[in-house]
RNA sequence: GGCGCUAUCGUCUAGGGGUUAGGACGUCAGAUUCUCAAUCUGAAAACCCGGGUUCGAUUCCCGGUAGCGCUACCA
């Protein structure tokens, strides 16, 4: 007997698998900033691995940074996360709603034994390290309140003195894990420090926040930034202290600038909320954030996130970090804006123009100029690199107020014979009837046939006359697209234009 | 400095003990043409260095180097 088992049917088999293993991530964003790049891969990958699981997806807020989070940053988060269509499970879960739980935690490692008060003031370690590091030595905390006993615990605990809570790390041994992307990773224990999970002011440390929302919340798989590397031994330390069962880890590599530094802001946009400004559609953004790190199986590089979510895998992340290459970008989303229907474009390029103050839908617009616009918008989609480029280098369709761009007059208007030939054709396109592609280019090539001159001068002359780009489609589309009397018109503006500042002066048209 | 991790074209990467080391972006050239983009064709472009293991290492091991991360009462 052949088992019969279709693609779907191992579709239904994962995700049947994925819900009885309760497969449970999270994200879990500091709103100290806005979402950025790095960030949004994050999200990402834990989405695509919940998806491709049937699991469950957590998003979690981690605020315990009083000073520096802002609840507008959170906001802010949560709508570019759902601008690139990740969606998530549970949550949010906000951190500064679990103080309680936290400091809950913190009182029964004490009692447990495994963590300790400590009334060094931070001013104190400061000194003290500062001086180790000024004599070349290794710092680490050095235990000054590890060794205190009970009786002067509770003597200092009793004057009221200030107390952060550190965790106590075993005097010796070691702590490893098996990282699903970066394989094994040990560390002695010597080489960690007792780290605070409580501050003196009672707020918790980033450490305990994490390793005590993954335990309630029953995380499974800790798909994080390899920045946590480091931090993982430590927390494994406190899930074996806590008897909590242990999460899989995966960490990712870091997003790195062109120059291999950390991706910051001196490096231009890093936010997301950045990139959806500048154009720059959210499947594209995605599609690009996928493939800095993973590499779907066959060749393809342009994947739809069904694709994603069937291909997807920890296993195949990449272990080296990866530059942000804004090339790739400009051309995946050219790719994207390329395979947009008309029916996803449109209302696009309708709130780019409005935003820059092009408002294409007035009262009295009939159907016919909204066809009109429909054909404009079409024309340049293959054009198109960001959403933006429509209200910027293709304002001319858009608008009558435009300016000649200096390069393209110096390229294409030098010739001197460039306004009596404009004017001439203005009179011909006035007259071309039908007004169509042919009756059009037909009329054009008569006259240069009649003055003698190729008909490419004519061509782009026009080019410029008409949309102030050397670049720009086809001449023939431009001219049935814009319509009769904004070519005559537009002719004629450029060869007074022209005859008023005889030396080529690059001076706005309008 | 200590500890950890990483290392294939400029960039993202595939691959893997024996390959013409594959793809994509970018770059360059050609085709096309009415400019540019797109498209098509073609080209240049990489296994960090040194040892070891092996008949044979870019691949496995060790060392070096470089880069990144952590080294806070940031996350």
């Known amino acids: 007997m052949i088992p019969i088992v279709s693609s779907r049917n191992r579709e239904l088999h994962r995700v049947i698998a994925g819900i009885m293993n309760n497969i449970r991530v999270r994200f879990a964003p500091s709103p100290t900033g806005y979402l950025h790049v790095g960030g949004a891969r994050t999200a990402l990958y834990n989405w695509l691995f919940a998806r491709h699981m049937g699991g469950v997806l957590i998003?979690?807020?981690?605020?315990?940074?009083?000073?520096?989070?802002?609840?507008?940053?959170?906001?802010?988060?949560?709508?570019?996360?759902?601008?690139?269509?990740?969606?998530?499970?549970?949550?949010?879960?906000?951190?500064?709603?679990?103080?309680?739980?936290?400091?809950?935690?913190?009182?029964?490692?004490?009692?447990?034994?495994?963590?300790?008060?400590?009334?060094?003031?931070?001013?104190?370690?400061?000194?003290k390290r500062a001086k180790a590091e000024a004599e070349r030595r290794p710092w680490k905390y050095d235990g000054t309140c590890r060794a205190l006993s009970h009786a002067d615990r509770d003597r200092l605990l009793a004057e009221g003195r200030p107390a952060a809570v550190r965790f106590r790390i075993?005097?010796?041994?070691?702590?490893?894990?098996?990282?699903?992307?970066?394989?094994?990773?040990?560390?002695?224990?010597?080489?960690?420090?007792?780290?605070?999970?409580?501050?003196?002011?009672?707020?918790?440390?980033y450490h305990l926040g994490v390793v005590a929302d993954d335990i309630d919340l029953r995380v499974t798989h800790v798909v994080r930034g390899a920045d946590h590397i480091s931090n993982t031994p430590k927390q494994i330390l406190m899930y074996q202290a806590l008897e909590a069962p242990i999460p899989v880890f995966a960490h990712l590599p870091l997003i790195l600038g062109p120059d291999k530094q950390r991706l910051s802001k001196r490096h231009g946009a890093t936010s997301v909320g950045a990139y959806r400004e500048q154009g720059v559609l959210p499947q594209a953004l995605v599609n690009f954030l996928a493939l800095l790190g993973w590499t779907p199986p066959g060749q393809k590089e342009i994947v739809t996130i069904e694709e994603m979510i069937r291909d997807f895998d920890l296993g195949a992340v990449s272990k080296s970090n990866a530059v942000f290459d804004l090339e790739k970008l400009a051309w995946m989303n050219s790719e994207y804006?390329?395979?947009?229907?008309?029916?996803?474009?449109?209302?696009?390029?309708?709130?780019e123009l409005a935003g820059a103050g092009l408002p294409v839908r007035d009262?009295?617009?009939?159907?016919?100029?909204?066809?009109?616009?429909?054909?404009?918008?079409?024309?340049?989609?293959?054009?198109?690199?960001?959403?933006?480029?429509?209200?910027?280098?293709?304002?001319?369709?858009?608008?009558?107020?435009?300016?000649?761009?200096?390069?393209?007059?110096?390229?294409?208007?030098?010739?001197?014979?460039i306004a009596s030939l404009l004017e001439a054709l203005a009179e011909r396109m006035a007259a071309a009837n039908p007004f169509d592609l042919a009756g059009?280019?037909?009329?054009?090539?008569?006259?240069?046939?009649?003055?003698?001159?190729?008909?490419?001068?004519?061509?782009?002359?026009?080019?410029?006359?008409?949309?102030?780009?050397?670049?720009?489609?086809?001449?023939?589309?431009?001219?049935?697209?814009?319509?009769?009397?904004?070519?005559?018109?537009?002719?004629?503006?450029?060869?007074?234009?022209?005859?008023?500042?005889?030396?080529?002066?690059?001076?706005?048209?309008?």
């Open 59 to 127: 998003l979690r807020i981690e605020d315990t940074d009083v000073d520096r989070s802002k609840p507008e940053l959170t906001t802010a988060i949560l709508e570019s996360l759902e601008w690139l269509g990740l969606n998530w499970d549970e949550g949010p879960i906000y951190q500064s709603q679990r103080l309680d739980r936290y400091h809950a935690m913190a009182l029964s490692l004490q009692s447990s034994g495994h963590a300790y008060p400590c009334f060094c003031t931070p001013e104190e370690l400061q000194s």
């Open 170 to 205: 075993p005097d010796s041994g070691k702590t490893s894990f098996e990282d699903q992307v970066f394989g094994h990773i040990e560390v002695e224990h010597r080489d960690l420090e007792d780290f605070v999970l409580l501050r003196s002011d009672g707020h918790p440390t």
């Open 337 to 351: 804006i390329r395979h947009l229907s008309p029916e996803q474009l449109l209302p696009l390029v309708e709130r």
């Open 363 to 417: 009262p009295g617009m009939g159907v016919q100029e909204e066809e009109r616009f429909k054909q404009i918008v079409l024309l340049l989609q293959s054009r198109a690199r960001t959403i933006q480029d429509y209200a910027g280098p293709f304002r001319a369709f858009f608008n009558d107020e435009f300016a000649y761009e200096p390069g393209a007059v110096k390229k294409f208007w030098k010739d001197g014979s």
């Open 440 to 510: 059009t280019e037909a009329a054009l090539r008569t006259l240069a046939e009649e003055k003698g001159v190729k008909a490419g001068l004519l061509i782009n002359a026009s080019r410029v006359a008409l949309t102030g780009q050397a670049v720009a489609p086809s001449l023939f589309e431009v001219i049935v697209v814009l319509g009769q009397d904004r070519v005559v018109a537009r002719l004629r503006r450029a060869a007074d234009h022209l005859r008023s500042v005889p030396d080529n002066s690059t001076s706005p048209a309008a």
